[in-house]
C-alpha cells in the first residue's frame, strides 16, 4: 500500500557551491535544519522570521512561582481561614515582576508584527 504524499510535487533547482554555502549559513541564522522546509518557507513567503523566545520561558516560569504562590494561599485561607498580609504583599510584589516583563514583550512583538 502507498502512503499518498502531503507534497507530490518535486522541483529541482541547481546552485553552485557558493550559493549552497550561502543558504546553509543563512538556515543555521533561522534556526532551520530541513533544506527542504528553508526552501519552501523562502519561496511562499519570501522570508524567515526567527524569534528568540527565552524572555517568553522566563515570563513563564515566573508566572508558575506566581500560581504555585497564590495555590498556596488559598490553601492556607480556606484551610484555616486566614492569611497574613505579608503573603498578599510578596503576591502583588511577583504579579507587578510578572507583568512588567510581560508588557515589554507584548510591545517588542506587536512591533515585530507591524514588519
Same mark, same amino acid.
Given at each position: 500500500? %502507498? ?75 480556606? %484551610? ?36
Amino acid at each position: 500500500m %502507498t502512503k499518498k504524499r502531503r507534497r507530490p510535487v518535486h522541483l529541482h533547482v541547481m546552485v553552485s557551491e557558493e550559493e549552497q554555502a550561502l543558504i546553509r549559513e543563512r538556515m543555521a541564522e533561522a534556526g532551520i535544519r530541513n533544506m527542504g522546509a528553508y526552501m519552501r518557507k523562502m519561496a511562499l513567503n519570501g522570508y524567515v522570521l526567527h524569534v528568540d523566545l527565552s524572555p517568553v520561558r522566563e515570563l513563564v516560569s515566573l508566572q508558575r512561582r506566581c500560581s504555585n504562590n497564590l495555590n498556596q494561599v488559598a490553601i492556607q485561607a480556606n %484551610t484555616y481561614g486566614g492569611i497574613y498580609p505579608e503573603e498578599i504583599a510578596a503576591l502583588q510584589r511577583d504579579y507587578a515582576a510578572l507583568w512588567g516583563p510581560l508588557s515589554d514583550l507584548l510591545e517588542r512583538l506587536s512591533a515585530v508584527v507591524e514588519l
